[in-house]
Nanobody, 115 residues
Framework: QVQPVESGGGLVQPGGSLRLSCAASGSIFSINAVSWYRQAPGNQRDLVARITKAGITNVADSVKGRFTISRDNAKNTVYLQMNSLKPEDTAVYLC?????????WGQGTQVTVSS
């Protein structure tokens, strides 16, 4: 079993930046990929970015050029760097870890972009 713990959310003005962290504990060896999703009130949960065990990354078209996913293997942590934030980026951001044994969701962290 793997436990993801997100951090780094908050309130930021339009055009600002935030870096989210997803720290993993447990059966780290079993991790295949780590993804960031977001969900705004009344909306479905959408994939924002993903990084595989091999280091291959994918970023949604809606955030391409503004968001970057990366990882620090020594810290068992995946980061989502978010730049040029827009009000429409406001959502709960959730980390999902896909492993050999299934997928595990974190509790989420709120990101609010507002002036």
């Amino acid at each position: 079993q793997v436990q993801p713990v997100e951090s780094g959310g908050g309130l930021v003005q339009p055009g600002g930046s935030l870096r989210l962290s997803c720290a993993a504990s447990g059966s780290i060896f079993s991790i295949n990929a780590v993804s960031w999703y977001r969900q705004a009130p009344g909306n479905q949960r959408d994939l924002v970015a993903r990084i595989t065990k091999a280091g291959i990354t994918n970023v949604a078209d809606s955030v391409k050029g503004r968001f970057t996913i990366s990882r620090d293997n020594a810290k068992n942590t995946v980061y989502l760097q978010m730049n040029s934030l827009k009000p429409e980026d406001t959502a709960v951001y959730l980390c999902k870890i896909d492993t050999l044994f299934g997928g595990y969701w974190g509790q989420g962290t709120q990101v609010t972009v507002s002036s």
